[in-house]
């Protein structure tokens, strides 16, 4: 675009980028801790983002204290957003972003762009699809991630098919199971290729066991068949390496496969920024405010890290908006920052740095396989000094857990979790 043809510049204190129960509290928290003027901006066309196809209930408990649906509680939030007079822009889609916090926007009323006091990323993430674990065999209709099969069945009201199997134990595929079942549709087994369920138990229990549908471990497609419609796929055993056995295959009839095999945080913004993430969440390195290796942006929700329960997210959502506000408000600690690092069983701790002499830091973590027993510590890597600790009796990777750390933290920090 010409420069001469360039819109003027507007200014406002805090955006936020994404619209789903992350980003909704987001701009809430800005609001409420004194953001005057507060810009949410989500590319579809209503505020919600996952909710809206959730249509099962669960959700809801931290903020509004009671057990609602998707649908319910997005509204629940859109509502509080536009009682608190905070500015809204759908259908708009945030076409570049610096780390000067200019963002390029491309809205129904035309391209536009922002100067922001500070930024929120709050984007969400999307699915692993069949081309990400390269599933060999022909390219036949009936095989859906299950965001996109929910999509279809909660929203549409499409059949999707007759007979179903499920590779990947992700909650969306549990969720999808017993759906899928309330539909008709015989679900003929979910096939995981870890030695352990990707779901919470709850899922395992609430939409499998119930049911009578079989969760088979260790066990993962290894082809499909079919020309113009699926009409089977190939299952097969996996060995410690998750490699496929030879003669443990099993061919399993079918027209419907849903893969349910991980998220990725939706970071190209972030990139783009010049952001850096850590390789172990996907999302950008954060401090205890929340705010990024840039200057002034924020991240929160399943672009920061991937969270077990949508609660969890708009819970982080409503202090990351807070800490923009105060970012903006000057509000903020000038101190250096030390470092935060997980060992032992532990996946990755998160925020991964704390400004000196912070105190009372929750720091959220993950363990890389199921132990029982764990005993988690935060200890000084240079002193050794204990500032927190916790036993669990039993710690699974699809559960979140958190640690308080108590502070003053004074240096690196290492969250060891052990037997």
């Not at 955006?15 to 953001?35: E, Q, S």
């Not at 009372?360 to 132990?371: G, I, K, N, Y």
Request: with cysteine; aromatic share 4%.
């Amino acid at each position: 675009m010409n420069a001469g043809m360039l819109p003027a510049v507007e200014k406002r204190d805090v955006v936020v980028i994404g619209g789903g129960p992350a980003g909704m509290t987001a701009a809430l928290g800005a609001k409420r801790a004194g953001a005057a003027d507060v810009l949410l901006v989500e590319r579809d066309r209503n505020l919600g983002g996952i909710l809206n196809q959730c249509v099962h209930d669960g959700f809801g408990l931290f903020l509004y204290k009671k057990s609602i649906s998707g649908p319910e509680f997005a509204e629940r939030l859109a509502e509080d957003v536009e009682r608190e007079g905070i500015a809204v822009q759908t259908g708009a889609m945030v076409l570049d972003l610096g780390p000067d916090r200019l963002l390029r926007l491309n809205a129904p009323d035309g391209y536009r762009l922002i100067r922001a006091g500070a930024v929120v990323l709050a984007m969400g993430c999307r699915e692993r699809t069949r081309d990400m674990i390269e599933i060999p065999g022909m390219r036949p209709a009936g095989v859906l991630t299950a965001g996109s099969a929910q999509a279809l069945v909660n929203l549409q009201n499409i059949r999707i098919g007759r007979e179903a199997v499920i590779l990947g134990s992700g909650d969306i595929g549990l969720i999808m199971a017993r759906r899928l079942t309330f539909e008709g549709i015989k679900v003929k087994g979910v096939f995981e290729i870890m030695p352990w369920p990707g779901g919470l138990e709850r899922n395992i229990r609430q939409c499998l066991k119930d049911f009578g549908i079989p969760l088979e471990l260790s066990r993962t497609v290894v082809e499909i068949r079919g020309r113009e419609r699926l009409s089977a796929v190939v299952t097969a055993r996996v060995d410690e390496r998750l490699m496929p056995v030879a003669g443990t295959e099993e061919i399993v009839p079918c027209d419907t496969l849903l893969l349910s095999v991980g998220l990725i945080p939706e970071n190209e913004l972030a990139k783009r920024a010049g952001i850096a993430l850590s390789p172990l969440t996907g999302g950008a390195v954060v401090d205890e405010t929340f705010m990024t290796g840039v200057e002034g942006i924020f991240s929160c929700g399943n672009v920061l890290h991937i969270h077990d329960i949508a609660d969890w997210a708009a819970a982080e959502g409503l202090a990351a908006g807070r800490r923009a506000a105060e970012y903006v408000l000057g509000l903020r600690s000038l101190a250096e920052t030390v470092r935060v690092s997980a060992a032992g069983y532990l996946r990755y701790a998160l925020p991964q740095a704390v400004h000196r002499g912070a105190r009372d830091v929750t720091v959220h973590f993950r363990v890389a396989r199921p132990v029982r027993g764990l005993k988690v510590e935060a200890r000084g890597v240079e002193t050794g000094r204990r500032c927190g600790g916790r036993r669990l009796a039993r710690a699974i990777p699809s559960e979140m857990q958190t640690i308080l750390l108590k502070g003053p933290i004074e240096e690196d920090i290492e969250v060891g979790g052990h037997d």
